[in-house]
């Protein structure tokens, strides 16, 4: 099995080193489910509890050692399949409650997720990827966007100021802190409160992962990707 990963992963571009283990061995993936960036158009593969509490699919989600820490890897080409309403590729977690989806406002209690993650690899030509969000029913609310070396939070199309990191360098890892209570967002990066965003809703979930920016239109060839790696990742609701 295990050599079958790797050449699975060599035959779309490049090798990657699998652990023996699964993500949710790393992670607490209790309340959450993953979309990959396979299967058919509009209508990319999902897995759920309890099949994603022993799931691995390498190149796009997979367990690897760095620096004598197991991170889980989020991958997504640039030809990956798409869900209906976006026309680019994730490898991407999304809350969930128990078996329902998460679904909640920042009118009431206080919503938190905190990430400790790293941008890896951009696309080669169109040199963007999100690696976490607030989204709702039908559109981000905010997303953590890295566009070159700027790292910033991005809401309805806007950027929110200051930026995260206007020189990120690939590899570097940092701990986010996003909270939404009040009718506000609170971004924290590294300790530091950066973003406050006046800007309320219901129907909220977070997401955390890899969502590649480009597509094959950009000018980007079929084995352009984009990666992330979670070293942890905690949500909580208080009333």
């Known amino acids: 099995m295990r050599t079958t990963l790797l050449l699975f992963a060599f035959a779309l571009g490049h090798f990657v080193s699998v652990m023996c283990i699964v993500p949710a061995q790393v992670l607490d993936l209790r309340n959450w489910y993953i979309t990959l960036p396979v ?24 367990v690897a050692s760095v620096g004598g ?12 399949t798409t869900t209906k309403d976006s026309t680019y590729p994730r490898s991407e977690l999304r809350e969930m409650n128990g078996t329902a989806l ?28 999100v690696g976490a ?4 029913a039908t559109d981000d609310v ?15 199309g806007n950027d929110l100021t200051p930026d995260l990191d206007p020189n990120y360098k690939l590899g570097s890892v940092y701990d986010l802190k996003i909270q939404a209570y009040d009718s506000k967002i ?14 309320t809703g219901e129907g909220w979930y977070f997401k955390a992962g890899c969502y590649t920016q480009t597509n094959l239109s950009h000018g980007d060839p079929p084995t352009s990707y984009g990666q992330t790696q979670i070293y942890s990742v905690e949500v909580s609701h208080t009333a």
């Open 133 to 136: 969000q607030i989204h709702n």
């Open 102 to 129: 998460a679904s909640w406002s920042n009118k009431s209690g206080n919503h938190t997720m905190m990430v400790r993650e790293a941008f890896t690899h951009l696309p080669d030509k169109k040199k963007e990827a």
């Open 142 to 156: 905010i997303e953590i966007r890295l566009s070159n070396s700027r790292l910033f939070v991005q809401a309805n």
């Open 186 to 199: 609170f971004v924290s990066y590294n300790g530091v409160l950066k973003v406050t965003y006046a800007y």
């Open 69 to 80: 820490d197991n991170v889980v890897v989020f991958e997504a080409p640039a030809n990956g």
């Open 39 to 62: 299967g058919e158009k509009g209508q990319p593969e999902t897995v759920r509890q309890p099949a994603l509490a022993t799931f691995v699919f390498p190149p796009y989600f997979y």
